[in-house]
């Protein structure tokens, strides 16, 4: 059977370092390395929030398509097009949900209602799901009326390490995630200050969200007085977040939610511990014997959590042994695109 020709839609710079471009990058490169004939769409970068010549080049564009493609939609793309466009479209249509954009921090209630509204009517005319986690898929059952015949779950594919593992002493704590509120940097600063007399240094690697919430955590992490026992390193290469994994004992994020986590996929594949919160899809993710999971935004119990990796030695080296079985189970990119593809070839 000939493999199905898609066009998948993605707005803005599919090389920015967050886990969703990374996904759908990914993805993508796997869909053609199948040998299936796979458009990039360039849409505009004001999605989530399109303006009106960023709403008008995407439907122009999504209009323009051979009728014999299977449209991929990136999560903001679907959540946000007009509605009336979408539910006119002349090709068959996937949407990739990470997370539903109603669920993100920070949101005033008027926005979050009307994310979550445009979202559900949208969702309402694509003709199928693709998501990461049961985490999402059980959301979207649950309240956004997506019947789960239509959700395929499309777990990520992950890279095994190349390189040695050389942790180094004292032991690092290493966090990777934009800078943004629903990371929980906040809350890995507030849980490290209550550890200063245990051995430790820390780093918080990811790019920056907005100027204000970085200037925040760097108030935040002077205010607390960690010195330089914690570098906040924004963004790095991927060379030099190769060598803190390599480098790192611990993996922590506090995040108040996640649909998926790429990054948890890359601290189990290097056999690191994982400390993080019961929230969205880590618990999905990160398996029980592989790592502590507090609730969110309890900063003396993600300290404790991280107290007993960097006490216990014993505890620690059955949590890193477990880490490292988990690493090693992991799909490949190229599973992540086989089970995508079996999607577009039966639409």
């Known amino acids: 059977m000939s493999l199905r020709r898609a066009a998948f839609a993605i707005p803005g710079d599919i090389t920015t370092p967050t886990g969703g471009f990374i996904y759908e990058r990914r993805l993508l490169e796997g869909l053609r390395g199948q040998g299936r004939d796979v458009l990039h769409l360039r849409l505009g970068t004001t999605f989530p929030d399109p303006g009106a010549g960023d709403m008008s080049d995407a439907i122009a564009q999504l209009n323009a398509l051979c009728s014999d493609r299977v449209l991929i939609l990136d999560g903001f793309v679907s959540a946000t097009l007009d509605t009336d466009a979408l539910a006119a479209l002349h090709v068959p249509s996937v949407a990739m949900v990470h997370h539903p954009l109603a669920l993100e921090t920070g949101l005033d209630d008027a926005r979050r209602d009307h994310l ?29 009326d997506v019947a789960a ?19 180094i002493t004292p032991p690092l704590i290493l966090s990777v995630g934009i800078l943004h509120p ?7 600063l507030k849980a490290l200050a209550r550890l200063v007399d245990l051995d430790w240094t820390a780093v918080i690697a990811g790019k920056s969200y907005d100027a204000e919430h970085a200037a925040d955590l760097a108030r935040l992490h002077e205010d607390l007085g960690l010195g330089a026992r914690v570098r906040i390193a924004g963004y790095l290469s991927e060379a030099e977040l190769a060598s803190l994994y390599a480098k790192a004992s611990i993996f922590a994020l506090a995040t108040r939610y996640e649909g998926y986590g790429l990054v948890f996929d890359e601290a189990l594949a290097q056999g690191l511990p994982v400390v993080s919160c019961r929230s969205g899809a880590v618990p999905d993710t990160v398996p029980a014997a592989a790592g502590q999971l507090v609730a969110p935004d309890d900063d003396a119990a993600f300290a404790k959590a991280l107290a007993r ?31 995508a593809g079996r999607v577009l070839d039966r639409l």
């Open 149 to 167: 015949e239509r959700i395929t779950i499309v777990r990520p594919g992950a890279d095994q390490p190349t390189g040695m593992r050389m942790p």
């Open 116 to 144: 979550f509204r445009t979202e559900r009517a949208n969702l309402a005319h694509v003709d199928h799901v693709l998501v990461p986690s049961p985490s999402t898929a059980a959301v979207l059952t649950d309240s956004y």
């Open 309 to 339: 990796l960097l006490s216990d030695k014993a505890s620690y080296c059955r949590y890193a042994d477990a880490a490292l079985a988990a690493g090693q189970d992991l799909p490949t990119w190229a599973d992540t695109a086989r089970t």
């Open 182 to 188: 629903r990371k929980g940097h906040d809350v890995l």
